[in-house]
């Protein structure tokens, strides 16, 4: 009977000391320089964010039409930009169509981000 007793307050103790240290162990991490620089950079993101002026650079991108090529020019000269522009816009294609899919998916990070942060 003395061993039981002595067995649950071994027990308890231990349980409670885990408890304890667990405590200990989060408020060290909670407060560590890390987390603090995070947490203020995320409380000074929130406050700035409304008054920055954003805006999509998508009206900047050129429309890719071409430069106009001069109204007196050989059938030769003709075939050979036109030969040019042919290339350059196939040579453009899988970039455009990278930057397209990396624009989406940094949008669709900050936009979740965004959420996530106002708890939406």
């Known amino acids: 009977m003395r061993f039981k007793k002595w067995a649950w307050f071994a027990f308890a103790l231990a349980a409670v000391g885990g408890a304890v240290f667990s405590v200990y162990r989060w408020h060290l991490q909670w ?18 964010r ?47 169509a990278m930057l397209r899919a990396f624009h989406e998916k940094t949008q669709k990070f900050f936009v979740s981000a965004k959420a996530s942060v106002r708890g939406g």
Request: aromatic share 4%; proline share 11%.
């Open 31 to 48: 407060n560590s320089p890390g987390n603090i620089m995070r947490r203020a950079v995320v409380e000074a993101g929130l406050k700035v």
């Open 50 to 96: 409304p008054r920055l002026a954003f805006q999509s650079i998508e009206e900047r991108l050129p429309k890719g039409r071409p430069i106009p090529r001069p109204k007196e020019s050989s059938r030769e000269s003709e075939e050979f930009w036109s030969a040019i522009d042919r290339a350059a816009e196939k040579d453009r294609e899988p970039r455009t």
